[in-house]
């Protein structure tokens, strides 16, 4: 099969004739991408024809503006979302500009009018923090513009990290929406379109905060609306992987209808000015806390001139009784959080003599704090504050990434 992957391809099997875009295969199996999407595996054909895919040429008109509604700015990054099949290797790769995903969903000049512009065209694995800087002044501008909503595509694999690092730079008045999709929009199972329009939807609302919004369920029936610092990717592929962590979704969004109900208290539009702050320390490291790992690799990234730590430790906030002493030397210049591996709940040092050594020692508890959102607070607070003061403020609840207590 070598020299026709990357090729339409006809095919005859069992008299039936197959026709599509030949896919890299591993066995002697042909496999095809038919022009429905869905791939099928072949064995003992008879090729009737190869010939080479023609890629369409996309004609991109700015759509017509209607003055009755609003506008909102589409921010492109990459990721899935902005995805396609490249044909030559079977993977998934970041093709699409920003306009042409409004291409392929005409259906947002219904919700709004857009504007565009393709930031990055990256997989999420290479976002950076200096991206989440530039990113944050991409936002900042757009809405100093007069924008009355930003969406942001983004890769669903880091979505959560740079959602936070924009939640605590930039004071937003408005919606800023991030999105992305499970499967590339190529493919029949794609959430690309509901996902977008969903947040098409939300960068219309009354919101005044920075959420995700992402499938709610594995069926096409509505997205939900998450806190940008209380959202997680739970799992790998499903298309309702994102979660909202220790609360409740914002809201949820009907679909196709657009309609939202609101679920519990969010930050409303025009509560707060447009201000951002947008330093950021990047000597900082979250460290996975597991039986027997040393005290030694605290020690090593305190010597390389970090001072931001954040701890993924065991239960209620753990670490063994042999990271006591060495925590307490870092912690007079540096911020150490501890947060939990559970995930779900609330860090307690004051249960078990363990955790009442860790207080001690000077490290402080992360509360409900999700570990990568702890992260990404202490990089912001140590980029912006001095280490004492970001030792207070750490403690302290700045876009709703604490919850004062835990609800069941």
């Keep these: ?25 591993r066995s002697e199996t042909l496999i095809l991408k038919l022009d429905s999407g869905y791939n099928v595996g072949l064995k003992d054909y008879e090729i009737i024809e190869v010939m080479e895919e023609k890629k369409p040429v996309i ?25 396609k099949v490249d044909y030559r290797t079977g993977a998934v790769t970041s093709q ?13 000049k219904e919700i709004c009018n857009v504007d565009s512009v393709l930031l990055y065209n990256i997989l999420s694995e290479n976002m950076k923090p200096a991206y989440w800087v530039e990113l944050a002044k991409e936002i900042y501008s757009s809405i ?6 930003v969406i942001v595509t983004h890769g669903t694999d880091t979505m959560a990290y740079t959602a936070s690092a924009i939640s605590f730079m930039l004071s937003t008045p408005s919606p800023v929406v991030f999105v992305g999709s499970q499967r590339s929009s190529d493919r029949p199972s794609s959430d690309a379109t509901m996902n977008l329009l969903c947040a098409a939807h939300a960068a219309t609302s009354d919101l005044g905060e920075v959420v995700v919004v992402m499938h709610a369920s594995t069926s096409d029936d509505f997205c939900y609306i998450h806190r940008g610092v209380k959202v997680r990717k739970n799992h790998t592929s499903r298309r309702d992987a994102f ?19 609101w679920i519990v208290e969010r930050i409303k539009r025009d ?23 040393k005290p030694d690799v605290i020690e090593y990234f305190h010597e390389k001139g970090f001072r931001g730590f954040v701890i993924e430790g065991t239960g209620l906030g753990h670490v063994s009784t042999d990271w006591v002493d060495t925590l307490k030397r870092i912690t007079e210049d540096s911020i150490v959080v501890m947060t939990s591996q559970c995930l779900w709940g609330r860090v307690c040092d004051r249960v078990y003599d363990t955790g009442r050594d860790l207080l001690r020692a000077g490290v402080i508890e992360g509360e409900d704090m999700l570990p990568e959102t702890a992260l990404i607070k202490v ?30």
């Design 1 to 25: 099969m070598e020299g026709i992957e990357g090729k339409r391809v006809k095919v005859r099997k069992g008299g039936r004739i197959f026709e599509g875009i030949a896919m890299p295969s």
């Design 59 to 83: 004609e991109l008109e700015k759509p017509p503006e209607h003055p009755d509604l609003p506008d909102v700015k589409i921010i492109s990054t990459g990721g899935t979302i902005a995805s």
């Design 96 to 108: 699409f500009s920003s306009e042409e995903i409004l291409s392929e969903v005409p259906e947002l």
């Design 144 to 149: 100093k513009e007069g924008y009355e909503g």
């Design 243 to 261: 979660q909202s962590v220790n609360q409740q979704p914002l809201g949820k969004i009907e679909y196709p209808t657009g309609k939202i109900e």
């Design 271 to 293: 509560e707060r000015e447009l201000l951002l702050r947008e330093g950021l320390e990047e000597k900082c490291i979250l460290i996975k806390f597991f039986p027997g790992l």
């Design 379 to 408: 990089m912001w607070l140590l980029g912006n504050y001095p280490v004492e003061e970001a030792k207070k403020l750490v403690r302290e609840n700045l876009v709703g990434e604490i919850n004062p207590r835990t609800s069941y």
